[in-house]
Every structure is written in structure tokens, then in C-alpha cells.
């Protein structure tokens, strides 16, 4: 009988999402070939059985399948100019790197002018999540070469595949991050408040939980904002204002940067003068839209 083809995958980018990718395709049982531009990113791999790659153009000819893990589309771009550009030939570059939908849709297309072809992904979960039974990547590209690598990106993460436009993978992520940085950095001025009245972290810790819990008001603002639907039957924007200014307030009298609140409440009054006083927090993204 015929010796079964090894499994095999090339990872570029080994910052802490890259380490942890390379490290789940050993896990299970890939062949791993690794490039970073600091080699010794590569050493704790390489000790676990992952080969170092000397070059850029090495690591690209290794595998069919090329993981991409970078900080930005600069990044690659600099990373693939050390290559000719026959090496990128008949190779199929996940691109799990962030950056704009404008950015992935014009890689895609400089990369199809080379012979590959680009499959572009938005990792939903931080490193430690990478392999976890419920994680997931946003996927969009040629669907075709999604399946034919089906096998080794669910090594990764679950697929959640959202369509052929190259951007709309970017712009998803891009949409999640929005969320989750402006809600973090909610949480993190919330705590300095709360540190500067004597209150820990993790005294405050069972609270923050609940409030930060936004899944009823999610599925509830949702439908609502689809269908345009403002009403000010729940909240008003002029109650948010109200509020707001109670905690700017606050923040100033604990002596905390009062910035991000500011911001807020900025917005929130830029409704009002816009006539939605009495309409629902959510008519804030017509508002939004307009600047």
C-alpha cells in the first residue's frame, strides 16, 4: 500500500496568534514549516518538532497552504516583496491578518495577478481560544478554496463563511472590534472610577458581569433598528444625556480622566440637537452615519 500523504501547512507570523496556530497544527499532526522575522520567534516550535524556514520564498514553496498571522497588511506586503514573485505561484494564502475591507480586497487581487489565491479570515477568539471547541473565524473568498482546505482551517477555529467578497471577512472583524474595544475601554474607566473610591476590581468584578451583559438589549435593539423603528417608548436619548452628565460628574469629582465619557455624552447631545430627544438611543446611528 501507498505511504498517505503527510499533512503539511506553512505558518508566517509568529506573535502570539501564530505561535498558538502553529502550535495546534502540531498538535494535530501537521507538518509545520515556520518564518518570522525574528528567528528566534521560532525557536519553542522548532524544539516541538516545526521547521524554521531560512526565507521568506522557502517558507512560501513548502506548503500549498500558506497561513498568514501579522499585525497589518503593511506587514505582509514587506514580508512577500522579500520573495519572487513565482513563489507565491499555485499557493493559497489564508490571511488571517486584520486590517480594512479596502486593504484584503486589493491583496486578494495583487495576489491572484501572482498565481495564488487569497482566503481571507477574522479570528473571533484571543490565542488561548485557538483549537477550543466553540471558536470561530470569519471566512469570505472563493468558496472553493475554502473547501479544498476545510480540514486544516478547522484545525484552527470553526469556519463561518460569509460570502465571495474578499472584504466582507475584514469588515466583520472590523465591526466586532469596534465593539469590543469600545466596550473594554468602558470597562477599564468604569474600574479606574471605582479603584479611585477604594473599590477593587474584583470586589466589583460580580457587577461589572451583569452590567456589561448586553444580550437582552442586543436582541431586543436589533429587529428595532432593521425595521427603523426609534420609538422612545424604552429609552430616550434625553434620558442618556441626563445620565451621562452624572457620570462625567462623577468621573471628574474622582479625580479620573473624563475624556471617554465626554465623548458620549457628546454624542448623545449631538441626538438631541438633531431632534431625537424623545426618539430611542438607537436613532444615534442615523446621527452617527452623518459625520
Known sequence: MGRARMKSVTVIGLGPMGQAMAGAYLESGYEVTVWNRTPARADELVARG?????????????????VLS?????AMDAIL?????????????ANLTSDTPDRARQAAAWLAERGAVQITGGVQVPPPGIG???????YSGPKDAIEEHRPALEVLTGIEYLGEDHGLAALYY?????MFWTALAGYLHGQAVAEANGISAQDFLPHAAKTMDL???????????????????????????????HVLHTTQASGVDGSLPAAVLKIFRQGVAAGHGRNSLTSLIGVLKQR
Open 132 to 138: 477550543t471547541p466553540d471558536a470561530m473565524t470569519y
Open 174 to 178: 472590523q465591526i466586532g472590534i469596534d
Open 70 to 74: 501579522l499585525i497589518d497588511y503593511d
Open 215 to 245: 444580550r437582552y438589549f442586543l436582541e431586543f435593539y436589533a429587529p428595532r433598528i432593521t425595521a427603523g423603528n426609534h420609538e422612545g417608548d424604552v429609552d430616550r436619548i434625553s434620558m442618556g444625556v441626563a445620565s451621562m452628565e
Open 50 to 66: 516545526a521547521r524554521r524556514s531560512e526565507s521568506v520564498e522557502a517558507a512560501l514553496t513548502a506548503n500549498e497552504l500558506v
Open 81 to 93: 516583496a522579500q520573495a519572487p514573485r513565482t513563489a507565491l505561484d499555485g499557493r493559497t494564502l
